[in-house]
């Protein structure tokens, strides 16, 4: 078998590792280099059980790659922009994204997901919202 099939096989389906799985879904379909899957997997942040806080803006986006934020709370008093503008993002599974006018929760299980130029922002004004570029999404899953 295909080592990189070998790894998809291995791999649960849960939201938490669905990015990763949908680029080695990709990457064993293009047949890439093994240099080039080295620097793919290992283009990836995860951040579990953080609390950041800033004076006034926070910007939790991925320029390439993937990132995932879970246990987390993130609070920014104007505004906090997350999401992608190559790659994915996701937050949940017990995280907060607040600031002084506007709060996003996802509790145990829930998620919210960026896939391509989308980002979620939670504006200075108290509105929230949702941009994506050519097929990008935004989307809200759970894990049940």
Not at 116 to 136: K, L, M
């Amino acid at each position: 078998m295909d080592p990189i099939l070998s790894v998809l096989s291995q791999l649960g389906l849960g939201l938490a590792t669905s990015g990763v799985y949908d680029l080695l879904k990709g990457l064993a379909a293009r047949s890439v280099s093994r240099q080039e899957f080295t620097n793919e997997v290992q283009n990836r942040i995860s951040m579990m059980g953080v609390s950041m806080r800033a004076e006034t803006v926070i910007d939790a986006l991925v320029r390439e790659g993937f990132l995932t934020i879970e246990q987390s709370n993130l609070y920014a008093s104007e505004s906090l922009n997350f999401g992608s503008y190559q790659g994915g993002a996701i937050v949940g599974n017990n995280s907060s994204m607040r600031t002084d006018k506007t709060a996003i929760e996802a509790g145990a299980g829930a998620f919210l997901e960026t896939q391509g130029n989308a980002q979620v922002r939670q504006n200075p004004d108290g509105s929230i919202s949702f941009h994506t570029g050519e097929d990008a999404s935004v989307s809200f899953k759970t894990s049940k």
